[in-house]
């Protein structure tokens, strides 16, 4: 989650400002309660993380009715809060709330990646945002200093399986998109050793 360590903006706007500003931005900022959060650049070892974890689930969609995507999608996740997840997946047709088909309304599986500095509270509450939306199906967590995956898998309205991944043998299975996919290929090329974390030559 790119959310870290940010003040909001003091002002508080509509979500019709929200999205004009938005649209003539360059840079992707997230909107809570009638506030504007930048979003921090991404480190190297997040970037891999995205772009790892798109390969690993986009790769073994082909035939699927289903689209991937990366980084920059913008989601509402309710009437007062849109959000950037790191990868987005559609099982089926995507719904947009305009015609610039630039607000996604019904994820089916939202990948985020949080680093040590993002801050609890602004994880759970995002995270209880993504569970809330009725498309979403399943929900990865991907921790960005240690081979970790939390997994969250609806079996109902109320009611989620959790499950931790914490070794690169461990496969994570996401059955609303029929996709599996290895912790080894998620964190390739990322290494954690005496808990610094390097890069893989």
Not at 6 to 12: D, G, R, S, V
Not at 90 to 107: M, R, V, W, Y
Not at 142 to 169: G, L, S
Request: neutral net charge; aromatic residues 6%; contains cysteine.
């Amino acid at each position: 989650m790119n959310d870290k360590l940010l003040t909001p903006m003091e002002k508080k706007l509509t979500v019709e400002d929200y999205l004009k500003l938005e649209r003539h931005n360059t840079g992707n900022h997230e909107f809570i309660d009638g506030k504007i959060i930048p979003m921090a650049n991404s480190s190297r070892t997040h970037s891999l993380l995205v772009t790892n974890a798109t390969i690993a689930i986009g790769s073994r969609l082909r035939g699927q009715s289903c689209e991937v995507y990366a980084g920059n999608m913008r989601v509402q996740l309710n009437s007062s809060r849109f959000s950037y997840p790191s990868v987005v997946i559609i099982n089926g047709k995507p719904i947009f709330s305009n015609a610039e088909s630039d607000t996604l309304l019904n994820p089916t599986v939202v990948v985020e990646i949080f680093s040590p500095e993002s801050r609890s509270i602004e994880k759970n509450e995002k995270l209880e945002s993504y569970l809330e939306m009725e498309s979403v199906r399943e929900c990865l967590l991907i921790k960005e200093n240690e081979t970790r995956v939390e997994h969250y898998a609806k079996q109902t309205v109320k009611q989620w399986v959790y499950r931790i991944y914490n070794n690169r043998e461990d496969v994570v299975t996401l059955d609303s998109i029929n996709c599996k996919a290895s912790l080894a290929e998620i964190y390739a090329q990322i290494k954690f050793e005496n808990n610094v974390r390097q890069i893989a030559a």
